[in-house]
Structures are given as C-alpha cells and as structure tokens.
C-alpha cells in the first residue's frame, strides 16, 4: 500500500496526462469575482490528485494566447464532475465566466503534483496502519487565501474520505469574500479569519488563535505570496512539516518552455512540473 | 497518401515536420499526446559546454498573438545529457537532434565534439541565435564574421549533418546564411526569436528579468516566412523554416517559400499533439491536390 502513495516532489511514472474536450454542466458566480466551473466527460474522468492542475484553452479572447493553469477545485466521481474554481483577473479567466452550459473546455489534465498525504489509487493509510513516521499527516492544518483556497478543499475531500479529519483555516478580506465555506464544511472543522473582523478571528491567517492552541503536524498552504511565506515562516518556527503551492506565470504547463521555474536547492524547477506544490525546505525563500 | 519524405544533406527525415529546440522538452514529456516517431525530427532543447542556471523569473510575458520569453538557455550541460537524456532518447526512432550553443568558438565546438560521438544523433543545430544570453549566443550570430568563426571551428570538429540556426535581428539575414553556408553549414535554419519587450505599466517596470526577450508566435510568421523566402534564393543548401507555424496551412507556405522542412515550436504550447496534426495536415492537402511528392511544393513560390 506504501508504494502507492504519492511523494511531493516526485512525479509518478504511470500517471497518464490527457487533452480534452470537457463538456460545461454549469458556471455559477459565487461571487462578484470568481465563478465556479463544472465540467464532465462522457467517458471517465482521468486519475487526479489534489494540488495537480489543469490548462484550458481560452477561446474567443483575443488578447489570450496562452492556456490558463487552473488548480483542481474538486472531483465529484459520482456525478463524473471536475470542478474549476476561477478569479476572473483578466480578459482569459474573463472570457471563461461566459462559458454556458454544454460548451466544450479544452483542457490539459492532470498536471504537476499533489500535495504529500494524499494519494494515488486506493484507499488512504489511515494513521494506525500507516503510523506516526509514515509519509502522511495524522493531523493536518490545511491553511487557504482568497483563491488559493481552491486546490484544499479536494485535498481535504480526499483526506477526509481516508479516514482523517482535516483542519481548513481560511483567510479573506471580509465575510462576503469567503468561498464556498458549506463545501469546506463538510469535510472538515473550518476555522476563518477576515481582515475586518467581519467574519470569524480579526487579522490574518497566521493571527489566529489556534496556532498557539493546538499542534498540527504538516501544513498544507496555497494563497498569495506573503499569505504562504508568513505561513512558512510560522512552520519553521514550529518544526511543522510544510507544503505550499505556487502559481508562477506559465506557458507550457509540460516542463517544456522552462518559463515558470522557481529557485530550489535543486536550482532552477519548473512549477508545473517539479511543482506546483513544493515542500518550504525546498524553496530558496527568505523566511 | 503522398511521398513526405525529405533530405537535409545526409539527413533523411520521414516527413517534413519538426519540433524546434526550447519548446519541446526532450520531446518525452509530449509522448502522452502523440508517436514521437511520426514526425521527421525532434530538436532537444539548447544544450552548452558547461550547467546553466538560465536568467531570473519571471521568464515569460504573454503578447497578442504569441509570447516573450527570456529562459536564457536552462540547461544541465552536454555531459549530464549524454549520460542522463541520451540514453532515455536514443531509441526514439526519428532524428533527435540537439541544439548546441556556447560562449566561444572553442565552446560550441567541444559540445559539439561530445555530441558526434553519440550514435544515435545524426544531426545538431547550432544556436548562434539565442537573445537571452548576455556571452554569445546571438553576439556570433548577427555579424558574418562571428557567424562564420563558430560554423568554422564546430565544423572542424563535428562530422554530421550541421545545421545553423539565425537570427532574424539582423539587417540583411541572407549575408549570415552565405556566411556560414561558405563554412561548411549543411542546412539553415531560420528564424529564432525577434527581440522584443514589454512592461507592467502599474509596476513601471519591464516585465521580464532582464528587460528583453525572444519573440515568438503566430505574431512573427509572416517575418519569418518573408527571410525563408529570401534565404532559400541565397543559398544552395537546403533551409528549415521556423516562427509562428501553427497550422498545416502555415507549413506549407513555408515549403513553397523554399524551407525544404519546417520547425513547430510555440505552437506545442496550445496543443501538444500540434506537430502530428500538422504531418496529417500536409499530406491531406497534397492528396486532395493531387501531388504525388511533397518535393512538388517546395520552394514553388
């Protein structure tokens, strides 16, 4: 069972990626700046892990050239349904808000890797089987801004569906800025802080009170830059395993182009292959 | 189903279309998408003497129509990719062909002396192009002097088929493309990049690490289809046309400007099964048009 698990920074072998033409079940806007996509396939959808991506192609803008790398929001395998979670930032994401319903998505998926602690197929090792010096987390702190929040809510979906109960922390400006809490609710104890005191603990992510009260043992983190470095400062500190993922400007997506590497130990690695999520003692960060 | 088969010099390609250094890994993170063997070539990323850690991110900007990129020639140098890359290539049964570029004269041609002696490479292509690097690359690139005293010392030194890759940041590229063909060159290839820039206007600040970087997309095709249409007049060897082909369509405006075989490259991007389509492209048209031979088209222009 060890060997099916999915190490962070490796890059499994067998895992096949696809070009597709997925079909749009619905694009609902959560809110004046994201919109949360839907898609489906007739056939299966592909093996994917929490903290892979997907590059759609924008069509219909002019000004686009480039695929966009969005994050894995969600799979329902039920219903057969990748979800999307999009801030409309510029003319491509803008362009995708106009999706309707049964539009086609081309996407290429899955890419890059997930995040430690989760898992290929089959089930999830559960802390007892696995033991506390296993390569997952017994007690994970999944900590979320704006649209990073994105990628955890799958992993914490996976998490919980193996038996381990994850902690989301989430951070936003204001209350009305929060997404998709009822989501996150359902898999996990969802703990929130806002810039303006409007919505759980006042401050940023790393101010709140459960960072002194209680002790994780890895930290999964996705969000704006200072949001993650504040975080990877605070794991250091605490000797807490960490793992961030970042979404530096891409082309390829394939580890082709070289365009979206980051500073590592290892020297210069391409997010959407090495990465997108890396452990913290990886980075080269000043933290 | 027409004959697609082409010769650069010695080289036999099976069909016309290649992939062009930088966009196409080693061409094993495509082999999802589509046969590796059934495009005529591949053209391994740009490979030099020593490791090179390439220029700060951000690397990239995104431009109407294409992109700017300033990687400045990432790479683990030659020793790690014949011991490391080769082995994981050389049964790929196509021409892999490794782009090569160095700092000096004696540079390119100790890379290249490394590169001849791999069994299964039948071909380099010779970066005196590349705009992202501060020591050489284009600096022997767009003089006919620098150009020819690279082709000379490489050609000294390597004993396959030599193609030499130009920029198009020059005044009159058919000088360079007589240059290098006088040295000894088997084929050109052309364009690289065309320098440009951009900038963050709310940042005041240029967009790329190092201010500049390499033009590339549907945005330069019709430069480049304009300098393959002239260097293909100039010399005699054959010539390969690149920049912003996307399209069978485009490819074979390239073949009828005179570019005996073309290169794919950020087009690999948007789609990375691009280059098959493009060979299946090529020879529907020919079939419907009732050509026999892709040698039918070439250079009819």
């Given at each position: ?28 806007q ?32 002019p ?17 057969n ?44 090792v ?162 | ?39 005529g ?33 990432q ?60 020591d ?41 493309a ?6 000894g060159?088997?084929?050109?290839s ?8 951009a ?18 997309g ?47 490259g ?14 299946d ?21």
């Amino acid at each position: 069972m060890r060997n099916n698990l999915y190490l962070c920074g490796q890059i499994r072998k067998d895992m096949k990626k696809y070009v597709l033409d997925l079909r749009v079940v619905s694009v609902e806007q959560i809110h004046a700046r994201y919109v949360l996509i839907k898609l489906t396939d007739n056939q299966e959808l592909p093996e994917m892990l929490p903290g892979q991506f997907v590059e759609v192609r924008v069509d219909g803008s002019p000004t686009t050239f480039l695929r966009r790398p969005i994050s894995i929001n969600y799979v329902d395998r039920e219903k057969n349904e990748l979800w999307l979670l999009i801030a409309t930032v510029g003319d491509g994401t803008r362009q995708l808000a106009q999706l309707q319903s049964g539009d086609l998505l081309n996407c290429i998926l899955p890419l890059g890797n997930g995040f430690k602690g989760t898992l290929g197929p089959g089930p999830f090792v559960p802390p007892e089987v696995r033991g506390t010096k296993g390569p997952g987390p017994n007690v994970p702190l999944l900590i979320g801004g704006g649209v990073g929040v994105a990628p955890l809510l799958y992993l914490g979906a996976e998490m919980a569906k193996n038996g381990i109960k994850p902690t989301f922390l989430l951070g936003a400006r204001t209350k009305n800025d929060l997404l998709m809490l009822e989501e996150f609710k359902k898999y996990g104890r969802v703990l929130i802080t806002t810039e303006d005191g409007s919505e759980g603990e006042k401050g940023f992510v790393t101010n709140h009170s459960l960072l002194q009260q209680e002790r994780f043992d890895c930290i999964y983190t996705c969000g704006p830059t200072p949001m993650m470095k504040a975080v990877a400062r605070y794991a250091k500190q605490t000797n807490i395993d960490c793992e961030v993922s970042l979404e530096n400007l891409m082309a390829c997506g394939l580890g082709a182009c070289l365009c979206c590497v980051e500073k590592t130990v290892d020297g210069n690695l391409c997010v959407c292959k090495d990465g997108p999520v890396f452990n913290i003692n990886q980075l080269l960060w000043q933290i | 189903m027409a004959n697609l088969e082409v010769k650069i010099g010695a080289l036999s390609l099976k069909n016309p279309v290649m992939t062009a250094s930088g966009t196409f890994g080693y061409g094993l993170e495509f082999a999802d998408f589509m046969p590796l063997d059934g495009i005529g070539g591949i053209i391994v990323k740009g490979t030099t003497l020593k490791p090179r850690e390439g220029n700060d991110y951000p690397r990239m900007a995104e431009t109407a129509s294409g992109m700017l990129n300033c990687v400045g020639l990432q790479n683990k140098g030659v020793d790690y990719f014949c011991e490391h890359i080769y082995p994981q290539i050389k049964d790929i049964d196509t021409n892999m062909i490794v782009n090569v570029s160095g700092s000096s004269p004696e540079d390119y041609a100790a890379c290249a002396a490394k590169i001849d002696a791999l069994e299964k490479i039948p071909a380099i292509e010779l970066n005196i192009s590349c705009p992202n690097v501060k020591d050489g690359g284009m600096a022997f690139g767009v003089t006919c002097a620098g150009a020819s005293s690279v082709v000379k010392a490489v050609r000294q030194a390597y004993h396959k088929a030599l193609i030499v890759k130009l920029s198009p940041n020059v005044t009159d590229i058919t000088e360079i493309a007589r240059a290098v063909e006088a040295e000894g060159a088997d084929s050109v290839s052309l364009i690289n990049t065309l320098m440009g820039m951009a900038i963050d206007i709310e940042k005041r600040k240029k967009v790329l690490s190092i201010g500049t970087g390499g033009l590339s997309g549907p945005a330069v095709k019709p430069v480049a289809l304009r300098m393959v249409y002239q260097v293909a007049k100039a010399v005699k060897i054959p010539v390969i046309g690149l920049g912003g082909i996307s399209s069978a369509k485009d490819a074979i405006e390239f073949l009828m400007a005179g570019a005996t075989a073309i290169e794919i490259g950020t087009a690999n991007f948007l789609d990375p099964a691009i280059s098959i389509k493009v060979r299946d492209g090529i020879d529907q048209w020919l079939d419907a048009h009732g050509y026999a031979s892709i040698q039918e088209i070439i250079g009819v222009i």
